[in-house]
């Protein structure tokens, strides 16, 4: 369906919509209650979830550190009324949770300047009113008010979502779940219901979907926003949206569109390190909350019941000792955690990922699943606007620790440090073009603002977004490798070509080797390391070593013949520091300064060759430069030769790639 809306128009298309509803997929949603999530009777062939079924999670032993928990919120009022009423003795507990649920929903929701959390807030009215529905307590009255406060709010964000969109935002992804459940719970009882249902629905299909699939399994704006809101709410369109009219969306993604939300699994397990703390990247204002990872995981795990990510959800509630949800959505857990599910351990997963190729170009290298093992990360794609950063190329090194890190915190949105810092390219492990006649200037790539691609046609023909590529990459058993350009991160007249190579190799060594050619001699290519913890630093200079919790990172720059390797305080740009303030505390682990390498060498061309052992800080701790493997290099006939301790391998001169 086309974006039309004013509201003289809702209103017209809200006329017609009972003839346009025998055509489309509003017309088939059930008109039993519940009907959200799960039914009362078999459904989907007997596999689809029904109310007996959790009334039997919920009372199981197992349950027990949860069930406390399910209640206070609307949607967790609504589901313990809904599972208790089956009991006698309970019924009064059942009263009291769907009163508290009922007069909630008594109130209309305010939708004035709505964000993500109005669509979040409107999608629990809308299941409430569908968990409800046949409670004694819910009576024809009190329904009539909040069928008109649901719809009263599904309109606004109809509104708001004609009003302007991106779809690589939270809000949209917020709004269309917030409709599209409104519809669904409505429908057949409230006149504007198939309309919603119908929006919603066209929404995601036309417009979200697509975002999703570009970004394959992976999201943007970091674990934060993106386990919190974007895979979560999508999760909730697709299972109500199952329920509801009996269309698999789940399946269809599997078998048409690349099985993105299934990856959406993986990029949850390959991110989180063994710590319980997560990948760094984007905004990520939580690096740690698993509540976020189990909504998202779960969810699909109910859908495609896949045995090593049931294994993964069980690690998660063993590590956080049975409390893997959060008070107020500890509903989800009912919904989703089918704890007969055949499981496997995540140590059968490949130890090696790519993500959106196309869109992101994330890889992630593990080592292995051990707890002291190592994770590689490398992104070099596109940009895509809210809550991500100005960042093509940075690799992230984490062994028992983060080690070498994109620095800085969620300490602000609109304040300095992360407009001046955190946000750009300065705070991550990648290149800076500087110019020396402008010595303030950060020397980073394209900061822009991406907000109103709302098709992913538009979000394609956005010449902007467009900041990188991964041009190769291959996974052998030994070797990693990825290549990738991001020149068109960079603004005009810094670069005429940026590539970086990675390769991981035999689970120890991180080669990085950076191409620049910068569109002026008098430019300066700087290849930026930071560091987590104070690194120590070996006598010629070309050698650095970070250690932190048992796990040690030690960098050797091997490339340029005359290499710089100069370091530089935390927060600094342009020789200014930005102080690490804002509205939220500042954390451990943040940063404390990085090296920059550059090349004394003059002209244009630069290549930088840095390999990064990654290993354990050794038992005697005055031994902190201890001998390290065997790296050397060599330049002929058109080659670079990198030995490592045995290995040896070979990458173009010119260009990139890899020889054999
Ligand atoms: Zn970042």
């Not at 209650?33 to 039914?39: A, G, K, N």
């Not at 979830?49 to 009372?59: C, K, M, Q």
């Not at 990872?293 to 019941?305: D, G, H, M, N, P």
Request: glycine share 10%.
């Amino acid at each position: 369906m086309k974006r039309y809306l004013s509201l003289t128009l809702l209103i017209a298309v809200v006329l017609v919509a009972g003839l346009h509803s025998l055509l489309s997929a509003a017309s088939t949603v059930v008109r039993e209650h519940p009907r959200l999530f799960f039914r009362s009777g078999a459904w989907d062939n007997g596999r689809g979830l029904t109310l007996a079924e959790i009334r039997s999670r919920y009372g199981r032993e197992d349950a027990s550190v949860v069930r406390g928990q399910l209640n206070g919120s609307l949607a967790n009022d609504a589901l313990r009324a809904l599972i208790l009423q089956a009991y006698p003795d309970s019924m009064q507990a059942s009263v009291e949770a769907a009163q508290r649920a009922i007069a909630k929903l008594s109130q209309p929701i305010d939708c004035n300047n709505p964000t993500t959390t109005q669509g979040e807030v409107l999608g629990y009215y809308a299941m409430a009113y569908d968990w409800l529905h046949g409670h004694p307590s819910f009576n024809e009255a009190s329904k009539k008010v909040a069928r008109e406060n649901i719809a009263t709010a599904a309109q606004s964000l109809i509104r708001a979502l004609g009003g302007g969109s991106h779809i690589f935002h939270t809000r949209m992804y917020g709004w269309a779940t917030g409709v599209a459940l409104a519809g669904l719970a409505l429908a057949g009882e409230h006149p504007d219901a198939d309309f919603f249902t119908e929006y919603g629905g066209d929404f995601y299909q036309e417009r979200l979907f697509p975002a999703r699939a570009l970004q394959d399994g992976a999201v943007h704006n970091s674990f934060g926003y993106g386990r919190k809101y974007t895979m979560w709410l999508t999760g909730h369109f697709i299972s109500c949206w199952h329920s509801a009219t009996a269309e698999n969306l789940w399946k269809t993604i599997d078998t048409e569109q690349g099985g993105w939300a299934r990856k959406e699994m993986l990029f949850n397990i390959y991110g989180r390190y063994p710590d319980g703390t997560y990948l760094r990247f984007g905004d990520s204002y939580s690096l740690t909350s698993d509540f976020y990872t189990f909504r998202a995981v779960s969810e699909r795990v109910a859908a495609y019941r896949d045995p090593v990510c049931q294994g993964f959800l069980q690690k998660l509630i063993e590590q956080n000792a049975g409390l893997v949800v959060e008070k107020p959505t500890a509903y989800v857990y009912f919904l989703n955690y089918d704890p007969e599910l055949k499981s496997v351990p995540i140590g059968t997963l490949p130890t090696r990922k790519l993500f959106s190729r196309d869109g992101l170009g994330m890889a992630v290298w593990k080592s292995g699943w051990e707890d002291n093992g190592t994770t590689v990360f490398f992104k070099c794609g596109n940009y895509f606007g809210n809550h991500g950063h100005f960042d093509q190329g940075h690799v992230d090194i984490y062994r028992r620790a983060p080690l070498l890190i994109d620095s800085g915190h969620y300490l602000t949105f609109g304040g300095e440090f992360r407009t001046e810092y955190w946000h750009r390219t300065v705070a991550h492990n990648t290149i800076l073009i500087t110019d020396p006649a402008l010595p303030r200037e950060e020397g980073g790539q394209r900061v822009f603002s991406s907000q109103s691609d709302d098709t992913i046609g538009k979000y394609l023909a956005n010449s902007q977004a467009e900041t990188g590529d991964l041009l190769e990459y291959v996974e052998r058993d030994w070797f990693s490798y990825a290549a990738g350009d991001f020149t068109a991160a960079y603004p005009a007249g810094r670069a005429e070509s940026v590539t970086r190579e990675v390769a991981f190799v035999d689970n120890r060594f991180v080669v990085v080797l950076d191409k620049v050619r910068t569109s002026r001699p008098e430019l300066t290519a700087r290849v930026l390391w930071h560091c987590s913890t104070f690194p120590q630093r070996a006598k010629e200079g070309r050698r650095f070593t970070v250690d932190r919790q048992g796990g040690r990172a030690v960098a050797t720059v091997l490339l340029p013949d005359k290499a710089v390797v100069a370091w530089v305080d935390s927060f600094e740009v342009g020789g200014r520091k930005i102080q690490p303030a804002g509205k939220y505390a500042a954390v451990d682990g943040m940063g404390v300064g990085r090296f920059e390498i550059t090349d004394e060498a003059p002209g244009t061309d630069h290549i930088f060759l840095t390999v990064i052992e990654v290993t354990d800080v050794p038992a005697d701790p005055n031994a902190w430069d201890p001998p390290v493997g065997e790296v050397s290099v060599q330049i002929e006939g058109g080659a670079i030769r990198i030995q490592l301790d045995g290995r040896e391998f070979r990458m173009r001169h010119t260009g990139i790639g890899l020889l054999h």
